[in-house]
Structures are given as structure tokens and as C-alpha cells.
Nanobody, 123 residues
Framework: VQLQASGGGLVQTGGSLRLSCEAS????????MSWFRQAPGKEREFVAS???????HYGDSVKGRFTIHRDNAKNTVYLQMTSLKPEDTAVYSC??????????????????WGRGTQVTVSS
């Protein structure tokens, strides 16, 4: 499956953005879809995931502020980000895989990645 992420940009602290990730060439509804982010000089960080059952999981740093959802009819997963902080600044990438629940935040278990989209939150 090929993934194309979009929606990044520059936003002020407290603002909102919605990222999109459109999939093609695969059975989208059979994949767990996740978002990861990586800031300069830092390791890749798990942000959120949504399973085929639409069960979602979030990284501790974004709980209560970010929401992931998927539209299987459009082969697209979205990440709605609110109350953005400067520490949310990173390149955000979407990924597709079939990880077990206990390892859903492990990027090594995803086998398709989209090109990242830059999110910059100004203070």
C-alpha cells in the first residue's frame, strides 16, 4: 500500500491542524493506520493509531488533544490536532501495518510509510 500524507503547516500555539493520509494500492480497511512524528535530534515518537475495528490509541503527550479517525470509503486516515504546542513541532508520517495491540507503537512493525509532512507550532 502506498501512502500520501498532507495537511502540515505553520500554526500558532493553541491552534489546530488536520493531517490526512490517503492510501492506494492495498486493502486499506485491513490495516492498522498510525501516525508517528520525529523532531530534529529526537527519536521517532508514536502519536496515534486506529485499528481495523476503529479502536484508537494515543501517545501520552497527545492524549486529549489529538483525534485519529479513518474513512474506509476514501482510503484515508486523519489526525485532528488541537491545542497545539511548540513541542508538537515535528515531521509527521503515517504508516500502515498489522501490529499486535501490545506493540502498536513500535514503528518497526509497520511496512508502509508515507512521506512526512512538516508541522511547525510557533510560540
Amino acid at each position: 500500500v502506498q501512502l500520501q500524507a498532507s495537511g502540515g503547516g505553520l500554526v500558532q500555539t493553541g491552534g489546530s491542524l488536520r493531517l490526512s493520509c490517503e492510501a492506494s494500492g492495498g486493502a486499506f480497511n485491513t490495516y492498522t493506520m498510525s501516525w508517528f512524528r520525529q523532531a530534529p535530534g529526537k527519536e521517532r515518537e508514536f502519536v496515534a493509531s486506529i485499528r481495523q475495528t476503529r479502536t484508537s490509541h494515543y501517545g501520552d503527550s497527545v492524549k486529549g488533544r489529538f483525534t485519529i479517525h479513518r474513512d474506509n470509503a476514501k482510503n484515508t486516515v486523519y489526525l485532528q490536532m488541537t491545542s497545539l504546542k511548540p513541542e508538537d513541532t515535528a515531521v509527521y508520517s503515517c504508516a500502515a501495518g498489522r501490529p499486535i495491540l501490545s506493540a502498536i507503537s513500535n514503528p518497526a512493525l509497520y511496512y508502509s510509510w508515507g512521506r512526512g509532512t512538516q508541522v511547525t507550532v510557533s510560540s
